[in-house]
């Protein structure tokens, strides 16, 4: 069944994003929390290959380019680079932007579609039922809602049409026990646990065949043996995750070293399609399926559903240009355990950056790097006898990365944050009771000590928390005089060179009123 050895690469993708609309703060949390994890595995000097990009065909983006009075190609080129900048001002790492209108895709995807239908998996029938296009999905009888003057609906209120078209079906049917087979072989696939569970109890209420082509709309990519069909949005989007590799050369060496995939990050309503339609595509392709699918939660804004319709969607942008790219990262990343819903707040989102960023890790660089300046003529003084508070502080320190690389490795990003919080504590109290700015004239030695033990707090957390926050610790790293690149999580940590001399400092992150 295999149709990859894989060697040693981890492969981390985000949802492409549909390119009906201007992004949104949905679209930039699954983007950063993908950066955060391939920030992390690069800082372990893994060979890491992260992707993101765009969903370009399909019945919604043909209307929405309709209603824009655009021609599709311009449309989607225009909203796909509204994406391409959202990541790129997000501060994001991907290694590639991958859009569904590019040839490579359309040559995988349609490659994807002659292997299923050599292997007898896909079969011609006839559609009839409803279609939600805002989820661009086939829903069944019994989810319809009927509304006054023959308006149909999903239980959310979606509008659905009826469809009665020629259609090609995936024997979806047949995969079921295999799918349960899988799930059971393989505990990890879905997480977190709850979400395994609706997966499960849902293949074991059964599976129907999956239509698979629609002939009502042009704009996808044709069907290869039938150009009066067009393969269904969802299939040609889930092979997105392998022709970024080069598939169908399932010898070039991406394929070879990065399929299958680590982690597909999603959110919770797109589940189905990840952890029920695509690994049973790829099995009865002969692909391996991905190691995990992770479905994160979503935001509300202020306590409300966040939609066009209330006028309440957050713009990434705006946010990123009046707090800057950290503040925004931090707080997706720390206010909600990745997994669960959460809401968006204004005084929430103030509260983290005064209270975290500003007051918590800035206050410390702030008072660190001062006093080494003042008392010490700016070089890292050298370390002399320990006290028992001072090994104290080391512990904890020496014990943050695994403990932090543990969660990040099981995307607990909030949980990582809360721990290296801890050692910011710490540290803000460790100062505050070894009060170094009164040893300069008592005890000059001890307070080398106190600062040397202080710069090698800040030396480890530039390091550490460089995934979640690579501007400010960019920022951070030349203050602390650390050539870039120099440490990774990768290496055992160098002892603070002997005579390291400082820049003057510089506040990290000013106060926000
Ligand atoms: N094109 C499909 C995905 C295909 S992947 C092979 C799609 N696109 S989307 O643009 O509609 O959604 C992209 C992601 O944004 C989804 O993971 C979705 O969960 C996420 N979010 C949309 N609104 C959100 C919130 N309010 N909160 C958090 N994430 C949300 O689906």
């Given at each position: 069944?295999?149709?990859?050895?894989?060697?040693?690469?981890?492969?981390?993708?985000?949802?492409?994003?549909y390119?009906n609309d201007?992004?949104?703060?949905?679209?930039?949390?699954?983007?950063?929390?993908?950066?955060?994890?391939?920030?992390?595995?690069?800082?372990?000097?893994?060979?890491?290959?992260?992707?993101?990009?765009?969903?370009?065909?399909g019945l919604k983006?043909?209307t929405s380019?309709?209603?824009?009075?655009?021609?599709?190609?311009?449309?989607?080129?225009?909203?796909?680079?509204?994406?391409?900048?959202?990541?790129?001002?997000?501060?994001?790492?991907?290694?590639?932007?991958?859009?569904?209108?590019?040839?490579?895709?359309?040559?995988?995807?349609?490659?994807?579609?002659?292997?299923?239908?050599?292997?007898?998996?896909?079969?011609?029938?006839?559609y009839r039922g409803w279609y939600c296009m805002r989820d661009e999905n086939f829903v069944a009888e019994s989810d319809v809602i009927k509304g006054d003057n023959d308006t149909h609906t999903t239980t959310d209120g979606a509008p659905l049409q009826w469809l009665e078209?020629?259609?090609?079906?995936?024997?979806?049917?047949?995969?079921?026990?295999?799918?349960?087979?899988?799930?059971?072989?393989?505990?990890?696939?879905?997480?977190?646990?709850?979400?395994?569970?609706?997966?499960?109890?849902?293949?074991?209420?059964?599976?129907?065949?999956?239509s698979?082509?629609?002939?009502g709309?042009?704009?996808?990519?044709?069907?290869?043996?039938?150009?009066?069909?067009?393969?269904?949005?969802?299939?040609?989007?889930?092979?997105?995750?392998?022709?970024?590799?080069?598939?169908?050369?399932?010898?070039?060496?991406?394929?070879?070293?990065?399929?299958?995939?680590?982690?597909?990050?999603?959110?919770?309503d797109i589940?189905r399609?990840?952890?029920?339609?695509?690994?049973?595509?790829?099995?009865?392709?002969?692909?391996?399926?991905?190691?995990?699918?992770?479905?994160?939660?979503w935001?509300?804004?202020?306590?409300?559903k966040i939609s066009k319709s209330l006028?309440?969607?957050?713009?990434?942008?705006?946010?990123?240009?009046?707090?800057?790219?950290?503040?925004?990262?931090?707080?997706?990343?720390?206010?909600?355990?990745?997994?669960?819903?959460?809401?968006?707040?204004?005084?929430?989102?103030?509260?983290?950056?005064?209270?975290?960023?500003?007051?918590?890790?800035?206050?410390?660089?702030?008072?660190?790097?001062?006093?080494?300046?003042?008392?010490?003529?700016?070089?890292?003084?050298?370390?002399?006898?320990?006290?028992?508070?001072?090994?104290?502080?080391?512990?904890?320190?020496?014990?943050?990365?695994?403990?932090?690389?543990?969660?990040?490795?099981?995307?607990?990003?909030?949980?990582?944050?809360?721990?290296?919080?801890?050692?910011?504590?710490?540290?803000?109290?460790?100062?505050?009771?070894?009060?170094?700015?009164?040893?300069?004239?008592?005890?000059?030695?001890?307070?080398?000590?106190?600062?040397?033990?202080?710069?090698?707090?800040?030396?480890?957390?530039?390091?550490?928390?460089?995934?979640?926050?690579?501007?400010?610790?960019?920022?951070?790293?030349?203050?602390?005089?650390?050539?870039?690149?120099?440490?990774?999580?990768?290496?055992?940590?160098?002892?603070?060179?002997?005579?390291?001399?400082?820049?003057?400092?510089?506040?990290?992150?000013?106060?926000?009123?």
């Amino acid at each position: 069944m295999v149709e990859s050895a894989k060697e040693s690469g981890c492969y981390i993708t985000t949802p492409i994003y549909y390119v009906n609309d201007v992004p949104h703060i949905g679209h930039a949390y699954t983007s950063l929390a993908c950066d955060v994890l391939a920030r992390f595995h690069r800082s372990q000097r893994h060979k890491t290959f992260f992707l993101t990009g765009t969903d370009e065909h399909g019945l919604k983006v043909e209307t929405s380019a309709r209603k824009a009075g655009m021609k599709i190609k311009d449309f989607t080129d225009q909203v796909s680079g509204n994406f391409q900048r959202l990541v790129q001002e997000l501060g994001c790492s991907n290694d590639d932007f991958i859009r569904t209108t590019q040839s490579r895709h359309i040559k995988a995807a349609q490659h994807f579609w002659r292997v299923l239908e050599e292997k007898g998996e896909i079969y011609i029938g006839r559609y009839r039922g409803w279609y939600c296009m805002r989820d661009e999905n086939f829903v069944a009888e019994s989810d319809v809602i009927k509304g006054d003057n023959d308006t149909h609906t999903t239980t959310d209120g979606a509008p659905l049409q009826w469809l009665e078209e020629d259609s090609y079906f995936f024997r979806l049917s047949q995969w079921q026990e295999k799918l349960l087979e899988f799930y059971r072989t393989h505990p990890h696939f879905i997480a977190p646990e709850t979400r395994r569970n609706e997966v499960i109890r849902f293949v074991e209420g059964g599976l129907h065949d999956l239509s698979v082509s629609r002939t009502g709309i042009s704009w996808g990519i044709p069907v290869p043996s039938n150009a009066s069909h067009v393969i269904y949005v969802w299939i040609d989007a889930l092979t997105n995750y392998l022709s970024a590799l080069g598939y169908p050369n399932t010898e070039e060496d991406s394929f070879q070293q990065f399929w299958p995939a680590d982690v597909h990050v999603i959110g919770k309503d797109i589940l189905r399609f990840h952890a029920v339609y695509w690994p049973a595509l790829l099995m009865a392709a002969g692909i391996e399926p991905p190691k995990q699918i992770f479905a994160h939660g979503w935001w509300t804004n202020e306590g409300k559903k966040i939609s066009k319709s209330l006028g309440n969607v957050i713009d990434p942008f705006a946010l990123i240009d009046t707090w800057g790219q950290d503040a925004i990262r931090y707080f997706l990343m720390r206010e909600v355990p990745f997994g669960m819903d959460g809401d968006f707040s204004r005084q929430a989102l103030r509260s983290r950056f005064n209270g975290d960023l500003v007051h918590g890790l800035g206050n410390l660089a702030q008072r660190v790097l001062t006093l080494i300046q003042k008392n010490c003529a700016g070089i890292v003084p050298d370390i002399g006898a320990e006290t028992s508070e001072d090994r104290h502080m080391k512990d904890a320190l020496h014990a943050m990365p695994i403990i932090v690389g543990r969660h990040i490795e099981n995307l607990a990003f909030s949980r990582a944050l809360e721990e290296i919080w801890r050692v910011i504590a710490a540290a803000n109290r460790y100062i505050d009771a070894q009060a170094p700015w009164r040893l300069k004239k008592e005890d000059p030695q001890r307070m080398a000590t106190v600062l040397h033990i202080l710069y090698d707090v800040l030396r480890r957390l530039s390091v550490i928390l460089a995934p979640f926050l690579p501007t400010g610790m960019k920022k951070l790293s030349e203050q602390l005089a650390i050539p870039e690149g120099s440490i990774t999580l990768a290496d055992s940590w160098p002892a603070v060179p002997s005579g390291l001399v400082l820049p003057p400092p510089a506040i990290l992150y000013p106060r926000a009123e």
